[in-house]
């Protein structure tokens, strides 16, 4: 599975668009992006995932670029229940049954 | 609208005690998976089950046992604890798996301490 590289952390207002960055320069073309999200004390949620072309569901927006090596997860109006780390992973269809989480980016958003 | 249930949320062990961690899913999920996470660290796969009746070792087995005997249970044994089992617990379930694409869905975790 291609490794992935986030910052390690961002602030966001409340109310505003979080835009978390995410680079898979690695990422080979069968291998999708998915976005989970851990909130202190809570288990990961899934939030989104995708292949080639931009995703779109009640969470979030994913935006991935024409040539895959980076994507970014789009919350569209963050709240204070955003803030938690937001992992970027990259996983190979037919692969490992491991879900490996990197360090993630720490997420706070600001009232 | 329960998803995965994890019981209990928190417990306090002596060396060498035994106990059993509770998963159910009640989503019909084929695939079930137990993580580890100490403290700053990312998960850690300890075993995980494709279907009733079959399970596989993940990244760290060793001091675990596990058993799916139906499709909505899959609990998480620990046999002589020790202090390096010290770490929050979180049980995941998906409907195929991720080698056909399917997220994994989380529970809340059980945190355990061994002392």
């Known amino acids: 599975d291609a490794k992935t590289t986030q910052p390690p952390s961002m602030d966001c207002a409340e109310g505003r668009a979080a835009n978390l960055p995410c680079n898979h320069s690695?990422?080979?073309?069968?291998?999708?992006v998915y976005w989970y999200r851990q909130i202190h004390s809570q288990g990961p949620q899934y939030i989104i995932h995708?292949?080639?072309n931009n995703e779109t569901n009640e969470m979030a927006s994913l935006i991935i670029t024409e040539d895959r090596k980076s994507s970014t997860l789009i919350l569209p109006h963050a709240t204070l229940r955003d803030t938690a780390v937001y992992y970027c992973i990259a996983l190979t269809q037919g692969g490992s049954e491991k879900l490996v989480f990197g360090k993630g980016t720490k997420l706070t958003v600001n009232p | 609208n329960a998803g995965v249930t994890q019981t209990p949320k928190f417990r306090i062990l002596k060396i060498g005690q035994s106990m059993t961690l509770q998963c159910a899913q009640d989503?019909?999920?084929?695939?079930m998976y137990w993580y580890r996470q100490d403290p700053g660290m990312g998960l850690k796969l300890i075993y995980y089950?494709?279907?009733?009746?079959?399970?596989d070792k993940g990244e760290v087995p060793n001091g675990y046992n596990v058993s799916r005997s139906t499709t909505e249970d899959f609990p998480l044994r620990l046999e002589l604890a020790a202090p390096s089992q010290t770490s929050v617990y979180f049980c995941?379930?998906?409907?195929?798996?991720?080698?056909?694409?399917?997220?994994?869905?989380f529970g809340d975790g059980t945190r355990l301490s061994i002392l």
């Open positions: 089950s494709v279907g009733a009746g079959i399970t």
């Open positions: 989503m019909n999920h084929n695939y």
């Open positions: 995941a379930s998906s409907y195929s798996g991720l080698n056909s694409n399917q997220p994994q869905h």
């Open positions: 690695t990422i080979s073309g069968n291998e999708y």
């Open positions: 995708g292949l080639k």
